[in-house]
């Protein structure tokens, strides 16, 4: 499943040019999940992640890839401890799900459902003192921390430990990489770019899966699919085995 390769194959690029702090993943070190949406008031707020106009980025994408090769948090740039002012900042997932096995292999269900949760666990993860904002367009991704969570040791680690807690929920799920970045020389703009393009390829892949005729010539799909190596091939793979099953 490389739809997302393209993107996938240059984000290192795009991070800046510090190392990263690496976490393995370790579900005692999850923050608090409050379990709905909390406000946080300007008086409360320590800092905003991508406040005062700054960038905040957000995408998520699957792939068979190596990329994710282990559930574990990278951090570009500096941590939430570190922060006392509004910051550039950026989320980003892949998400790791078995291989389809060629043309043939058509059991795309494993991938439906890691599709499924990339939006799923975006709108279920509640933080204590870590309020997310998402814009219409849904890929820019701002974040209000509070004093008392920052005061409580807030860390890019332990939120997350906590939204790869929620996606191992799901067994088609193998591996789980979260990378939150902060860094000034990281290409937001660039990040930004692949997010719009991350969200068009989910679409397309949502509605592939959900069953849809495979009418190219009247699909409102096709701009996607002739620009994406594999979507066609997906697409027709699947209807292969409908049409079988009839
Ligand atoms: S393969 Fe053809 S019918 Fe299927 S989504 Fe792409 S353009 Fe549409």
Same mark, same amino acid.
């Given at each position: 499943m ?5 993107i996938?194959?240059?984000?290192d ?7 990263p702090?690496?976490y ?18 300007t ?5 905003? +992640?991508g406040?005062? /106009?700054?960038? &905040?980025?957000?995408?998520?994408? $699957?792939?068979?890839?190596?990329y994710?090769d *282990?559930d @574990?948090?990278l951090?570009?740039?500096?941590? +939430?401890?570190?922060? /006392?002012?509004s &910051?550039s900042?950026?989320?980003? $997932?892949?998400?790791?799900?078995a291989?389809? *096995?060629? @043309?043939?292999?058509?059991d795309?269900?494993? +991938?439906?459902?890691?599709?499924q949760?990339?939006?799923f ?14 814009s219409?367009?849904s ?6 921390v509070?004093k ?15 939204y790869?807690?929620q996606y191992?929920?799901?067994?088609n799920?193998?591996a789980?990489k979260v ?8 290409d937001y703009?660039t ?5 719009k ?22 699909c409102?799909?096709k ?6 190596e594999g979507?066609?091939e ?7 085995k409908?049409?079988?099953q009839?």
């Open positions: 490389e739809l997302y390769n393209e996938i194959e240059k984000l690029g795009l991070l800046g040019k510090s190392e702090k690496r393995e993943y370790n579900e005692n070190k999850c923050w608090e999940d409050v379990g709905s949406h909390q406000l946080i008031m008086r409360e707020s320590a800092f905003e +992640l406040g005062d /106009n700054k960038p &905040a980025v957000n995408f998520s994408c $699957v792939s068979s890839s190596d994710a *282990k @574990e948090v951090v570009y740039g500096k941590d +939430l401890q570190e922060l /006392n002012s &910051a900042f950026a989320r980003l $997932v892949v998400l790791k799900v291989e389809l *096995k060629g @043309e043939n292999d058509t795309t269900e494993p +991938l439906f459902r890691a599709i949760d990339i939006d666990v975006k709108y279920h993860v509640f933080p204590k003192g870590y309020m997310v904002r998402t219409s367009d890929f820019r991704e701002q974040v209000r509070s008392d969570a920052v005061k409580s040791g807030i860390s890019f680690e332990k939120i997350g430990n906590t790869i807690r191992k929920k799901n067994p799920i193998l789980v990378i939150f970045v902060t860094a000034e020389d990281a703009d990040m930004r770019a692949d997010a393009k991350t969200q068009e390829i989910t679409k397309a892949l949502s509605k592939i899966l959900e069953g849809m005729s495979t009418d190219c010539h009247s409102s799909l701009p996607i699919c002739d620009e994406v979507m066609k997906l697409h027709f793979g699947k209807e292969k409908e049409f079988n009839k």
